[in-house]
């Protein structure tokens, strides 16, 4: 079993990958080949924040990299995120950038 998960950049790109039962959104890009940022893999560094759009998703492990507000406000971390519906996600690294601003701007 798998799902449908389509991702949206802020650019106007869109794709689609079918993300396995048990797979991380994270791991389905990887095997795909999509360039969907990432970086510690287990919820705490927040690089692969998306947000959540349309559809169901659980994380897997806990979103330490998130505030309770931001998951409140749909935003997931994708490297311990698996699909339970299909889903549409925004992504890329302007998503981050929603929830740390930059200080050095």
């Given at each position: 079993?798998?799902?449908?998960?389509?991702?949206e950049?802020?650019?106007?790109?869109?794709?689609?990958?079918?993300?396995r039962?048990?797979?991380?959104?994270?791991?389905?890009?990887?095997?795909?080949?999509?360039?969907?940022?990432?970086?510690?893999?287990?919820?705490?560094?927040a690089?692969?924040?998306?947000?959540?759009?349309?559809?169901d998703?659980?994380?897997?492990?806990?979103?330490?990299?998130l505030?309770?507000d931001?998951?409140?406000?749909?935003y997931?971390?994708?490297c311990?995120?698996?699909?339970?519906?299909?889903?549409?996600?925004?992504?890329?690294?302007e998503?981050?950038?929603?929830?740390?601003?930059?200080?050095?701007?």
């Amino acid at each position: 079993m798998s799902h449908t998960v389509t991702l949206e950049w802020r650019d106007g790109r869109e794709t689609t990958v079918d993300v396995r039962e048990s797979e991380t959104v994270i791991d389905a890009t990887e095997r795909a080949g999509l360039g969907v940022p990432y970086g510690c893999l287990y919820g705490a560094c927040a690089t692969c924040t998306g947000r959540l759009l349309e559809g169901d998703l659980a994380h897997v492990e806990r979103p330490r990299g998130l505030k309770p507000d931001h998951r409140l406000e749909g935003y997931v971390l994708l490297c311990v995120a698996e699909p339970r519906s299909d889903c549409r996600i925004e992504v890329g690294a302007e998503i981050q950038a929603d929830l740390v601003p930059n200080p050095w701007k």
